[in-house]
């Protein structure tokens, strides 16, 4: 139930093209939904967040989408580019007795080809 | 600004031998600390997290030890490495008690090859 699945493994996306990369989770305690951005020999970096009281959040080029029925979210990179490839984390996250733990999906590297 | 420090960033290990990994957030107070590891197709694995000082909890039953000596300092620690631990160590640390929602941020990573 602490699983967070996330497909595709491995994403290429045509420059100026949208990528979409889905998780899907089971435990309905889950209450917040971020995405991480890493680069190769990187931490990875908060890029946007959710809760599920909100079906879509948007920064920039980038958008979260959230079917909370389904028990699932993804990322939309709009006008996608080159500079966006990177390895892409989706997580969920619920209070846990004060503390607060990620459970991280398994990745998607994305490559932006010209 | 609060920023996190990790070292080493690599370091190539003979099977048998000790781990120390250190890691120290600076600019805050109290901060929830997490070693994670990070293997190729795996994501990312919580390995220990803890609250306060001497307070460790482990999410998975491993090789690995955590230590929590300072308020904000971590170590990741092996009596004896086998090939499997082998990966990518991430040091992390989040603002306790705001509710659910709050930022991991992440170190650099530390890569252990055990050889």
């Known amino acids: 139930q602490q699983q967070v699945k996330q497909s595709p493994q491995s994403l290429i996306v045509q420059k100026g093209g949208i990528s979409i990369i889905n998780c899907a989770y089971e435990n309905t305690a889950f209450d917040y939904f971020p995405w991480y951005q890493q680069f190769p020999g990187k931490g990875p970096a908060l890029l946007i967040a959710i809760r599920p009281d909100v079906s879509e959040k948007k920064e920039g080029r980038f958008t979260i989408s959230f079917n909370k029925s389904a028990k699932q979210f993804s990322l939309h990179i709009m006008d996608s580019q080159p500079g966006d490839s990177a390895t892409y984390f989706c997580?969920?996250?619920?209070?846990?007795?004060?503390?607060?733990?990620?459970?991280f999906g398994t990745g998607t590297r994305l490559t932006i080809i010209p | 600004s609060q920023t996190i420090h990790q070292w080493p960033a690599t370091l190539v290990q003979p099977v048998g031998s000790p781990l120390s990994l250190e890691c120290t957030v600076e600019g805050t107070s109290n901060p929830n600390l997490y070693w994670y590891r990070q293997a190729a197709g795996r994501g990312l694995q919580l390995l220990f997290y803890?609250?306060?000082?001497?307070?460790i909890s482990s999410e998975v039953p491993q090789n690995l030890s955590a230590s929590r000596p300072q308020d904000r300092q971590f170590i990741l620690s092996s009596k004896k490495l086998l090939l499997s631990d082998s990966g990518f160590y991430l040091c992390?640390?989040?603002?306790?008690?705001?509710?659910?929602?709050?930022?991991?941020?992440f170190g650099e990573g530390s890569w252990l090859t055990v050889v």
């Open positions: 803890s609250v306060g000082i001497g307070q």
């Open positions: 992390a640390w989040s603002v306790p008690y705001r509710g659910s929602g709050n930022t991991i941020y």
């Open positions: 997580a969920a996250s619920r209070r846990d007795f004060g503390n607060e733990k990620l459970t």
